[in-house]
């Protein structure tokens, strides 16, 4: 998803930023390896298997709703009808629902792990935010 397109004039509006949405999917990935390593050391096993689990359908549902959400927008640009691309950003939270109690049923997952470890995303929002704020601040970016 290069760039969304201005309804009225055709042009433009915004364009994305590829190498944001690559270090925010690398950071998930790094928080959730890093949560699990210490958990595995440190942690009762469902512990560690809570926050693997959570990690993973936080990737997932990353993954997903990038994809959806780029359907959808390209769905009413060009004016067709949602595609199953499209229907899977309601898809996901069932899957992920699905996911977490029948291993919390299973007795495989802690469950207050398994919510942290669908937080990844809020740690990469946070590494981001910060690394925004190093390049503004040092770097003095943005100040004319």
Same mark, same amino acid.
């Given at each position: 998803?290069?760039?969304?397109?201005?309804?009225?004039?055709?042009?433009?509006?915004?364009?994305?930023?590829?190498?944001?949405? +690559? =270090?925010?999917? !690398?950071?998930? %990935?790094?928080?959730?390896? @890093? $949560? #699990?390593? *210490? &958990?595995?050391?440190?942690?009762?096993?469902?512990?560690?298997?809570?926050?693997?689990?959570?990690?993973?359908?936080?990737?997932?549902?990353?993954?997903?709703?990038?994809?959806?959400?780029?359907?959808?927008?390209?769905?009413?640009?060009?004016?067709?009808?949602?595609? +199953? =691309?499209?229907? !899977?950003?309601? %898809?996901?939270?069932?899957? @992920? $629902? #699905?996911? *977490? &109690?029948?291993?919390?049923?299973?007795?495989?997952?802690?469950?207050?792990?398994?919510?942290?470890?669908?937080?990844s995303f809020v740690v990469a929002?946070?590494?981001?935010?910060?690394?925004?704020?190093?390049?503004?601040?040092?770097h003095r970016e943005g100040i004319?």
């Amino acid at each position: 998803m290069k760039e969304i397109t201005n309804s009225l004039t055709g042009g433009p509006i915004l364009e994305a930023d590829d190498g944001l949405e +690559a =270090r925010i999917f !690398r950071v998930m %990935v790094v928080s959730v390896a @890093v $949560a #699990v390593s *210490v &958990a595995t050391l440190f942690m009762p096993w469902r512990i560690a298997t809570g926050l693997l689990l959570g990690g993973l359908l936080s990737l997932l549902n990353y993954r997903w709703m990038r994809t959806s959400i780029a359907a959808l927008l390209q769905a009413r640009v060009s004016g067709k009808a949602v595609t +199953a =691309r499209g229907a !899977r950003y309601i %898809v996901r939270y069932f899957v @992920v $629902a #699905v996911a *977490v &109690a029948g291993a919390y049923k299973l007795n495989v997952v802690s469950l207050p792990a398994t919510i942290l470890g669908l937080c990844s995303f809020v740690v990469a929002l946070f590494a981001e935010a910060l690394r925004q704020f190093y390049f503004i601040i040092i770097h003095r970016e943005g100040i004319n």
